[in-house]
């Protein structure tokens, strides 16, 4: 079955600070993983998309890693910024079909002063 | 460059009321979608329109009816508004592929009581 799996389910940092997020996926054929950044009361919107043969990407403070081996993928928020308190979605996608892509649940990420 | 729109933002409706949700896109995208989101729940995909003219199922279609009006518009439909309609629906569009990501709209909050 088809899956995605995101940890912690929330989290609560102090500004300033880093912190990782933690996606494992079971879909098959894999054909690429994003991470979306969701506000309260606004759409997904992409953060990285990493294909295969990627195993890092980069967006300002937004560090996507994936290990296609183990099916998981990490995002690392760096230095953070009360602005990034939003959710984090991870979405995987497989080669075939138009109805191809799967969500995770998401982590609700708090940033306090 | 509004991206996706969708209209209304917000709406209440009572059981066995019908309404139509409103989408557009003005990025010359191939593919719209239409998903909703519920606490707890990953976004699960309602309809999709792979180009203009073709409509298909997506994971939980019973309830619901979709127009793909043009290259621009797709509207989704409650016939028959149920309780369980309650949802967070969002929009959203892609280039055929899906390659590059796909583009939300804001959402719709709906509540059925």
């Known amino acids: 079955k088809n899956q995605v799996e995101q940890s912690p389910q929330s989290l609560i940092i102090l500004e300033g600070k880093n912190c990782t997020l933690q996606c494992n996926y079971t879909v098959s054929p894999f054909s690429n993983l994003r991470w979306y950044k969701q506000d309260t009361g606004r759409g997904p919107v992409s953060l990285t998309i990493m294909t295969f043969s990627e195993n890092t990407k980069s967006n300002g403070r937004y560090t996507a890693t994936l290990d296609a081996d183990t099916k998981q993928s990490s995002l690392h928020i760096t230095a953070s910024q009360l602005s990034d308190s939003a959710s984090y979605i991870c979405v995987v996608s497989v080669l075939t079909g138009a109805n191809n892509l799967f969500f995770g649940t998401g982590t609700r990420l708090t940033v306090i002063p | 460059n509004a991206g996706v729109t969708q209209t209304p933002k917000f709406q209440v409706l009572k059981t066995g009321q019908s309404m139509t949700l409103q989408c557009a896109q003005d990025?010359?995208?191939?593919?719209m979608y239409w998903y909703r989101q519920d606490p707890g729940m990953g976004l699960r995909l309602i309809y999709y329109?792979?180009?203009?003219?073709?409509?298909d199922k997506g994971e939980v279609p019973n309830g619901y009816n979709v127009s793909r009006l043009n290259k621009r518009e797709f509207s989704l439909r409650l016939e028959s508004a149920a309780p369980s309609q309650t949802s967070v629906y969002f929009c959203a569009s892609s280039e055929a592929s899906g390659t590059y990501g796909y583009t939300f709209g804001s959402g719709t909050r709906l509540t059925v009581v």
């Open positions: 329109s792979a180009s203009e003219g073709t409509t």
């Open positions: 990025m010359n995208h191939n593919s």
